[in-house]
């Protein structure tokens, strides 16, 4: 099952408003959680590694002002689309890893269709 | 991190077994090498995963020659739902650490 949820599964907003992803992990606690963005038959492209009580590491050219991370719990990374613009619909994904494994593979899940109007 | 190349793209029939191959020329010690399937409007879902040599489970068989610098998805007798795109990523299965995505291989399967 699912180890990963997202929610909600899809939001249609009007430009300028702002939009909130929530990212849980189901039954385990996680320090770090990925948010990757994939636009329309691409791949999938690391935005930002949430770490849980700390700042969010941003890659480069993905504007930390624009999308703000809080990762306020060891279950619940949010991202949230500030003053969202047509050009940030997109479909989100975070994944996160279980713990206390030397070897585990990422969680992904199941996407965030962003549609700003 | 390692830097991946598949195939973009593959044809195959219903009932055929499927052979997708990644190259990761400059793969490190530690690292796995990690495969996803993931169908449209969807989170990859992962497949199979592996160090060196071969690795079977329920769903698929992964093949990592002795050098590392390249494996083998092999997906036995697919069938219409295995129409996907799939992606080889390599990279340290540890916490905190990302893995980055190559373009993937779209396989198609008809009947």
């Known amino acids: 099952g699912a180890v990963v949820s997202q929610h909600p599964s899809w939001v249609i907003c009007k430009s300028g408003t702002s939009v909130k992803i929530e990212c849980r992990s189901l039954d385990f606690q996680a320090t770090t959680m990925f948010w990757y963005r994939q636009f329309p038959k691409q791949s999938l492209m690391l935005m930002a590694t949430?770490?849980?009580?700390?700042?969010?590491?941003?890659e480069q050219g993905v504007e930390k002002d624009k999308f703000l991370i809080n990762h306020a719990s060891l279950t619940l990374s949010t991202l949230t689309v500030t003053s969202a613009h047509p050009e940030d619909s997109s479909f989100y994904i975070c994944s996160a890893r279980l713990p206390g494994q030397g070897n585990s593979p990422l969680h992904f899940g199941n996407g965030t269709r962003l549609t700003v109007t | 991190l390692a830097k991946t190349t598949q195939p973009i793209s593959m044809d195959s029939y219903e009932g055929q077994e499927v052979n997708i191959t990644c190259s990761h020329n400059n793969i490190a010690t530690n690292d796995y090498i990690t495969w996803y399937q993931q169908f449209p409007s969807q989170g990859p879902r992962f497949i199979i995963q592996g160090y060196k040599t071969k690795v079977t489970n329920e769903v698929a068989s992964l093949f990592i020659p002795a050098d590392r610098k390249s494996s083998t998805l092999s997906l036995p007798r697919v069938s219409l739902s295995d129409t996907a795109v799939y992606y080889c990523?390599?990279?340290?299965?540890?916490?905190?650490?990302?893995?980055?995505f190559g373009k993937g291989t779209t396989l198609s399967v008809s009947s």
């Open positions: 949430s770490n849980e009580g700390s700042k969010a590491t941003y």
């Open positions: 990523l390599v990279g340290l299965n540890q916490a905190g650490t990302a893995l980055i």
